[in-house]
């Protein structure tokens, strides 16, 4: 498979997944702020985390001086000035499968073209004015769509695997600043006057692991939500199961090699499904909630830059030699299509949000 077409898969995947994890993230603070309004709390303490989360506040507050949920919601929504805007994930997603028809099959590429269309309509405009919620349900309901049909229709080859590749990485990369949003909150549980329950439920249903937590614990318990969310590998949106089909993949594309010969992709997600497997909840308090998910953070960075490295820089690099070998000047660009098309992010082709 070429490199830049394994790049464009790689990368509509993590876009729609972005998507889909930004429309559960504000439908889940939407409802959240209505089951806290009787308490007359302030609504910036809602939307700043998510700000946070989506790593976009220097971007945020150079367009809005204070935190207001209608702005958030826009700005994350339909900015098309926001790369990592939903509309802009849609479109990335939808570019990039466009570049490799030939390789998804035709109900995957009408989805995504369908989701476009309705993100850019003036009926989807509308709808997130006057009724946001639906907005962000159809983006859900078309992202479960597209993930349907793709593991229905797509061949177990090497697109399987890039496709795997990109959803379980941007799938752990949100979960786990998703995990960072509540590492502030108290561990304690209701009626102590510390508890947060309310947040605690939210952070459930901005992952849809609400009704799968409450199978085993009956009470929302804040230690045995971070365990069920970070470490249990068998809920699929947890940053192990990831991690571990992460591991799955980067084997089936390139092997496991022997010491130096490993490459580094695998050793990097192999080194970090062992670590999650062998780490207990409490060993993760006992460093701190916030430190152990900043080292996460950059683990998963390094694995996104030897993933680019391995499959499309020195890829990239070899056929540009073998063409100039050739004395052949026409060459094609690197990689895959991105929202922000500035020439360092074209260049290096990631998009992790620092």
Known sequence: MLSRVADSIYWMARYVERAEN?????????????DAGAEGVD?????????????????????HATVKGNDVTEFLALRADNPNSILNCIRAARENARTVRDQISNDVWECLNALRLFAESAEGQAMHRTQ??????????????FQGIADSTTPRGEAWHFLRLGTCLERADKMSRLLDT????????????????????ALLRSCSARHAFQAYHRKPDPKKIIE???????????VASCIAEVHTALLALCGTGVGHQMPEAVRHAGRLHADLAYTTVDEVLEVGLHEFID???MRLNQIGDAIFKTFVLHADEHSHAAAAAADDLTMPALGAYHADMDEDAQMQQQQQQQ
Do not use: K
Not at 24 to 32: K, V
Not at 132 to 145: P, Q
């Open 22 to 34: 930004f429309s559960r993230l504000l439908l889940s603070t939407q409802d959240l702020l209505l």
């Open 43 to 63: 609504e910036a303490q809602f939307w700043q985390p998510i700000i946070a989360t989506t790593g976009d506040e220097d971007a945020y507050n150079a367009l």
């Open 132 to 145: 946001s919620a639906a907005f962000y349900e159809r983006v859900l309901s078309r992202s479960y769509e």
């Open 182 to 201: 509540c590492s502030a909150l108290s561990l304690e549980m209701s009626p102590h006057p510390d508890a947060r329950p309310l947040r605690w439920a």
């Open 228 to 238: 069920y969310l970070l470490l249990d590998e068998t809920l699929p949106r947890s």
């Open 295 to 297: 080292d996460l953070q």
